[in-house]
């Protein structure tokens, strides 16, 4: 093993989903070192976005996965082969090895990545709660019929929080899946106004419905909502850690 690999994180024990979480700001005080641990492809497609803070999401994001992953897998990030599955989701090519399960999602200011066990499924979004004055057309258009009514019958300000709960939910239970916009939101069901605990009420229009699911809402930062998706092995443990510039350990890692 070279320590200098290590992003600080350990493996997920059985049962632990590890979320990581990065400030744009810290991404871009470290994107030099973060965009040595891409491949070209990689580097090529952030090189595509016209917006700054695009680039250094896309990077930083990347560079985050490639850390924290290679530190469970005693690797060097560069090393890493990342492929991009059927409906988009990043896997890794496992070469006959139990990969860990990972899922990415930025929005804002904010990246966030969680990382899972082999025995586990593995969806995470954040949504940074914004204006959004179509959020009940949005929610007509996308959401289970049951999920609406609840929403609409939610004092507006209310209605407009919860929509972003109910968002996340879905959304990391579509990525737990590994199907992102291809599966459609309103089939299947979460808990609807409930900020500090959630619930699939109903998965039968899941393809993996029959799977315990666990859904956790993560509380990461004012102004964001964010939710965690997690079948096979439920969760017993969830650990938070920030991607901080400071930290001794992040800068072994970077300097690699
Ligand atoms: C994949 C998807 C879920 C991403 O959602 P998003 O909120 O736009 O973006 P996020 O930042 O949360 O997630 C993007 C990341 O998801 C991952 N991803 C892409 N496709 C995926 C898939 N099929 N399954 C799981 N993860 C996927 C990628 O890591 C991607 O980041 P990257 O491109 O930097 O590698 C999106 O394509 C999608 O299907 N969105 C549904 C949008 C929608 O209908 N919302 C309705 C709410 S009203």
């Known amino acids: 093993m070279n320590a200098s690999h290590r992003s600080g994180g350990e493996p997920p024990a059985p049962g632990e989903v590890q979320v990581w979480f990065a400030w744009l700001a810290d991404l871009r005080s470290r994107q030099q070192a973060l965009s040595k641990m ?37 690797a060097a990030p ?39 066990g082999p025995d586990a499924d593995v969806g995470v979004d954040v949504e940074h709660r914004r204006a959004l004055p179509d959020w009940t057309q949005l929610a007509a258009r996308h959401f289970h019929p049951q999920e609406v009514a609840e929403l609409l019958d ?11 709960d109910c968002w ?35 998965a039968t229009g899941l393809p993996v419905a029959a799977a315990p699911w666990a859904l956790v809402p993560l509380m990461l930062a004012d102004g964001y909502a964010a939710a965690l998706a997690v079948t096979g092995l439920p969760p017993h443990r969830v650990s938070h850690a920030q991607f901080d510039t400071d930290d001794r350990r992040w800068q072994r890692v970077l300097r690699a």
């Open 38 to 74: 891409l491949a070209p492809a990689e580097l090529a497609t952030a090189a595509r976005f016209v917006r700054e803070a695009d680039r250094v999401r896309s990077i930083g994001a990347r560079g985050l996965l490639r850390a924290v992953i290679a530190s469970c897998l005693d």
């Open 78 to 116: 560069r090393d890493l082969d990342v492929v991009t599955g059927p409906f988009g989701k990043p896997e890794l090519a496992s070469a006959g090895r139990q990969m860990p399960s990972f899922s990415v999602s930025h929005s804002g200011e904010l990246v966030v990545l969680a990382v899972a």
């Open 154 to 164: 939610l004092p507006p300000t209310l209605g407009h929080a919860a929509f972003f």
């Open 168 to 202: 996340t939910r879905k959304e990391a239970v579509a990525k737990a899946c590994g199907r992102g916009l291809s599966l459609p939101l309103a089939s299947f069901r979460v808990s609807i106004g409930t900020p500090h605990e959630a619930r699939l009420l109903d």
